[in-house]
T-cell receptor, first 113, second 114 residues
């Protein structure tokens, strides 16, 4: 398996623009997680899905952030409009129902100018 | 408040030396504790996982310990190599059946110099 796949790996955009981050979880995994990592706050859970259904989005910072999982093999995290304080590395992770281990993707480094 | 604190924040050692990283947690109810290694520009990768009843677990040159009474864990790296340079993150799972709920420490940045 190729592991969790994220795209793009790097994104540079201007304030006010819409940003869409993409994630393909490991095939057969039931859970998908979106995290944000900054130097100041470390890793933070934004939202997670179970069988494509959003379960807990309490970590989503604002209404500007939204996430979808239209099927078991694809998820998006969208920021609209983006702000400089959204600059961070965004990780996607997935796991099986019967295994606590989460497998992380390589991350998307977002820079909002 | 569920919290995971790690020390030191950063550490520089010479290749071949040993080192120990610390993790203190205040998490309830405790499920398990993991140590992750995160190389620069990559996602975290699990090194070890320990449940309440486990005191020590090894993965090659990495040995993790857990003291559930004092709520402390350590990660010992033996005979360090240049490839050990990375951030090491202590992560505690909250709840009996909620392994998704992870509390992350801020990490220790380790630099191994030749």
């Amino acid at each position: 398996d190729a592991g969790v796949i994220q795209s793009p790996r790097h994104e540079v955009t201007e304030m006010g623009q819409e940003v869409t981050l993409r994630c393909k979880p490991i095939s057969g995994h039931d859970y998908l997680f979106w995290y944000r990592q900054t130097m100041m706050r470390g890793l933070e859970l934004l939202i997670y899905f179970n069988n494509n259904v959003p379960i807990d989005d309490s970590g989503m910072p604002e209404d500007r952030f939204s996430a979808k999982m239209p099927n078991a093999s694809f998820s998006t995290l969208k920021i609209q409009p983006s702000e400089p304080r959204d600059s961070a590395v965004y990780f996607c992770a997935s796991k099986r129902l019967d295994d606590g281990e989460q497998f992380f993707g390589p991350g998307t480094r977002l820079t909002v100018l | 408040k569920n919290q995971v604190e790690q020390s030191p924040q950063s550490l520089i050692i010479l290749e071949g030396k040993n080192c120990t990283l610390q993790c203190n947690y205040t998490v309830s109810p405790f499920s398990n504790l993991r140590w992750y290694k995160q190389d620069t520009g990559r996602g975290p990768v699990s090194l070890t996982i320990m449940t309440f009843s486990e005191n020590t677990k090894s993965n090659g040159r990495y040995t993790a310990t857990l003291d559930a009474d004092t709520k402390q864990s350590s990660l010992h790296i033996t005979a360090s190599q240049l490839s050990d340079s990375a951030s090491y993150i202590c992560v505690v799972s909250v709840g009996v059946d909620s392994s998704y709920k992870l509390i992350f420490g801020s990490g220790t940045r380790l630099l191994v110099r030749p």
